[in-house]
């Protein structure tokens, strides 16, 4: 079964701490995106990535950075934590040539900044 | 800008039921509009698409009505059961695969 794997479920971290968010696919995809999900805002693209060592900004890349060493590897980083931060964040990933399976997202990790 | 827009926030249908939950986009570039679907504790997973040389598809119960004069699409769920309340995203871009824009979501709920 393909999936996309979030490392953590749930993290809680304090305010001003770096933060790293993984997220590993096993599908040979192309495309890697990191979005946020709040309630009644949706999702909002925060980095996003066609290739290896390649990033691209999304809409909201304030307060955040992103890795990809490795073309199944993405990983989404908070140089210094902040409270409004604190939000559902969820990896997915798509093939350059995509036939309409669209994302694949993992289940998301949730984290609490205090 | 909200390139995607959303109607309604929550929607709340008996079992049986038709839910309906529209979308409107602005960019033409747009060529892809796909819908997910996320349960609670689960990321979105890719219910149904369509691309604008079309207007309609649909898979099962679920179908896409597609306006591109409008610029209007939506999903129709045919005989609505409690196993399909989640939440539902409308989306768009332009190319499958590449960077889509959502909506902001609506919570669907099919009482028994």
């Known amino acids: 079964d393909v999936k996309v794997t979030q490392s953590s479920r749930y993290l809680v971290k304090r305010t001003g701490e770096k933060v790293f968010l993984e997220c590993v696919q096993d599908m040979d995809h192309e495309n890697m995106f990191w979005y946020r999900q709040d309630p009644g805002l949706g999702l909002r693209l925060i980095y996003f990535?066609?290739?290896?060592?390649?990033?691209e900004k999304g809409d909201i890349p304030e307060g955040y950075s992103v890795s990809r060493e490795k073309k199944e590897r993405f990983s989404l980083i908070l140089e210094s934590a902040s409270t409004n931060q604190t939000s559902m964040y969820l990896c997915a990933s798509s093939s350059r040539s995509d036939r309409g399976n669209g994302y694949t997202f993992g289940s998301g990790t949730r984290l609490t900044v205090v | 800008q909200q390139q995607v827009k959303q109607s309604p926030q929550s929607l709340i249908v008996q079992k049986g039921g038709i839910s309906i939950i529209n979308c409107a986009y602005e960019n033409t570039a747009f060529d892809y509009f796909p819908w997910y679907q996320q349960f609670p504790g689960k990321g979105p997973a890719l219910l149904i698409a369509?691309?604008?040389?079309?207007s309609e598809k649909k898979e099962g119960r679920f179908t896409i009505s597609f306006n591109k004069s409008a610029k209007q699409f939506s999903l129709h769920i045919m005989d609505s059961q409690p196993g399909d309340s989640a939440t539902y995203f409308c989306?768009?871009?332009?190319?499958?695969?590449?960077?889509?824009?959502f909506g902001k979501g609506t919570k669907l709920s099919v009482k028994p």
């Open positions: 990535s066609y290739d290896v060592k390649m990033k």
């Open positions: 989306a768009a871009s332009k190319r499958p695969g590449g960077n889509l824009i």
């Open positions: 369509i691309r604008p040389d079309v």
